[in-house]
């Protein structure tokens, strides 16, 4: 089992910042990419940032320059730090992991359980 707990989602004002948290327990052989994903009420669930494990990273074009993507492969800790935050970016984020259990020879994809982030204006 692999197992993402997120932490760091609440409610600030507009402009403001955030930091998020996930973190990767279980199982885990190995850990090819771990991103964040948003999902706002009555829409899909949209990227928002990824980092693979050698450091590469992309974001949405919505949050570039604002949001920044960070992790430590030893402590499979991912983080995701919003600055000038905008109502807009109201939505629960989600943290992903494609990783490998020690159980299996094949990657798969985790989710968390997601913490929500609200931004008022």
């Known amino acids: 089992q692999v197992q993402l707990v997120e932490s760091g989602g609440g409610l600030v004002q507009a402009g403001g910042s955030l930091r998020l948290t996930c973190v990767a327990s279980?199982?885990?052989?190995?850990?090819?990419?771990m991103g964040w994903y948003r999902q706002a009420p009555g829409k899909q669930r949209d990227l928002v940032a990824v980092i693979t494990s050698g450091g590469s990273t992309n974001y949405a074009d919505s949050v570039k320059g604002r949001f920044t993507i960070s992790g430590d492969n030893a402590k499979k800790l991912l983080y995701l730090q919003m600055n000038s935050l905008k109502p807009e970016d109201t939505a629960v984020y989600y943290c992903?992991?494609?990783?490998?259990?020690?159980?299996?020879?094949?990657?798969?994809?985790?989710w968390g359980q997601g913490t929500q982030v609200t931004v008022s204006s």
């Open positions: 279980g199982s885990i052989y190995s850990i090819d990419a």
């Open positions: 992903n992991a494609r990783a490998r259990p020690t159980y299996s020879n094949y990657d798969d994809g985790y």
